[in-house]
């Protein structure tokens, strides 16, 4: 199985976490997509994972693919910057001083 260099995280149902680790849980995602809901930016997504399939593209090239999907489709997995991350852990250990 061809694996991604680091999961995509998206969003399925209300809000519970989903990480896509590699180019079959891509296409079952993707498979999984509603009808009503697939468009142009779908179906580069699964252009992409073909390709990547039978060696066209590179693993880490369809994995772009896929995340422009979930962020144009509004389920990208929102991260956290680093930054933010450790400002916020500095505030909150801070009032425990």
Known sequence: ???FQSPV???V??????EVCSLRDMH????????SRRGPVYNTA???CEAAR????????ARRAF?????????????MDAAIADA???KASYRYV
């Open 1 to 3: 199985m061809s694996y």
């Open 46 to 48: 699964v252009r992409a």
């Open 67 to 79: 995340v422009e999907f979930a962020r144009i489709s509004r389920i990208l997995w929102p991260e």
């Open 88 to 90: 916020a852990l500095c």
């Open 54 to 61: 039978i060696g066209h593209l590179t693993v880490e090239q």
């Open 28 to 35: 079952e995602f993707l498979m999984d997509w509603p009808p």
């Open 9 to 11: 995280a998206v969003m």
């Open 13 to 18: 149902g209300l809000g519970a976490k989903r």
